[in-house]
């Protein structure tokens, strides 16, 4: 199909970004994805796609799953085969593969921020610009590494997979802000900090040549998402949000206040820091709301990306504490799911 013109029976094809997003989305095939992303980006930073998102017409709706191939068999987490340590061929394989695959889930990830949340929340262009570079960086990292799974007589979908990531995207498909902190903080931090392990694994193991591919190209680009100005998604302003953070109560429910509303220190489970203690996380992670109760009156900087390393988040001055603690424990629960 003419990427260009889309399924010309059923939409008109795309015009804007978030049209563009939302072609991502809808395609299934990992290298069309792939493509689509690279050339959305082209596309756009070069001017070709005037508007981030037409303001005069209402977008099609964002789909609560991206479409993704039939050939690659998804289990979930609990049953998936342990990786292993890189020591046999197939274990090696098996850390290319995982690889892979979060490379191509980051480009849907990337293109459900711009189709979900871009129009609705009006953000700069300088949002767009770097959600488009990131959805075409992950594309071209898919690409590399699913080529070096050819070249080793494998390919992407040769063995099972999850969608965790896909399972934190929808938790926090109601806020921008608890996606940016829960995708890019925790799960693509925790990425950059065990990815020099598994490169020293590779090396180890005598697959010079994959261990120099994520070493070169991979690893680097993923650690310099900041641009050189120092912008990145977790940095914008996050219009009509106000910060807040949640008190579970014994039976698990929320009671979200701001941080200006709850006027003193808070007692409840989430003033502690719990991120190394598994009953306390596991606690958390069954009492987690499906929502978070939001203020559409304010604005705040919300989250910013550290530069001194990865796995590592800062909260401006004014967000409370206990926003922090949320983070710790975000990052608990995803070292148990990872």
């Given amino acids: 199909m003419d990427a260009t013109a889309g399924d010309t029976e059923s939409q008109e094809p795309p015009k804007t970004l978030v049209d563009w997003a939302l072609e991502i989305l809808s395609t299934a095939d990992p290298d069309e994805k792939a493509r689509l992303g690279d050339l959305a980006a082209s596309r756009w930073l070069r001017g070709d796609i005037p508007l981030p998102y037409d303001p005069s017409r209402l977008a099609r709706p964002t ?170 998604p977790t940095s914008y302003p996050v219009p009509e949000l106000e910060p807040r953070f949640f008190l579970l109560s014994g039976d698990g429910t929320a009671d979200g206040k701001t941080a200006r509303e709850a006027g003193g220190e808070p007692t409840p489970i989430l003033a502690k820091d719990v991120s190394n203690d598994d009953k306390m996380v596991q606690q958390v992670e069954d009492k987690l709301p499906s929502r978070i109760a939001e203020d559409a009156n304010g604005q705040v900087k919300a989250i910013e990306h550290v530069k001194d390393g990865p796995a590592k988040c800062k909260l401006d001055d004014s967000i409370d504490k206990d926003e922090e603690a949320v983070i710790r424990i975000f990052h608990g629960v995803a070292r148990r799911r990872i």
């Fill in 63 to 232: 789909p609560d799953r991206p479409a993704r191939s039939a050939e690659v068999r998804l289990l979930p987490p609990p049953r998936m085969p342990k990786l292993g340590k890189g020591g046999s061929a197939q274990s090696r394989l098996a850390m290319l593969h995982s690889l892979a695959h979060t490379e191509s889930w980051a480009v849907d990830l990337s293109s459900d921020i711009v189709a979900r949340f871009g129009a609705g929340l009006q953000m700069s262009r300088g949002f767009f610009d770097d959600l488009a570079r990131v959805a075409q960086d992950e594309g071209r990292h898919y690409t590399v590494l699913s080529a070096r799974l050819g070249e080793l007589g494998s390919h992407y979908g040769a063995l099972p997979a999850h969608d965790g990531l896909w399972d934190s995207a929808m938790r926090t498909s109601h806020s921008l802000l608890a996606r940016l902190a829960v995708e890019h903080c925790v799960h693509e931090a925790r990425g950059l900090d065990v990815l020099p392990t598994t490169i020293s694994r590779f090396r180890a193991g005598g697959d010079e040549q994959t261990a120099r591919l994520l070493e070169d190209i991979v690893y680097p680009e993923e650690i310099l998402v900041p641009r050189s100005d120092g912008n990145h």
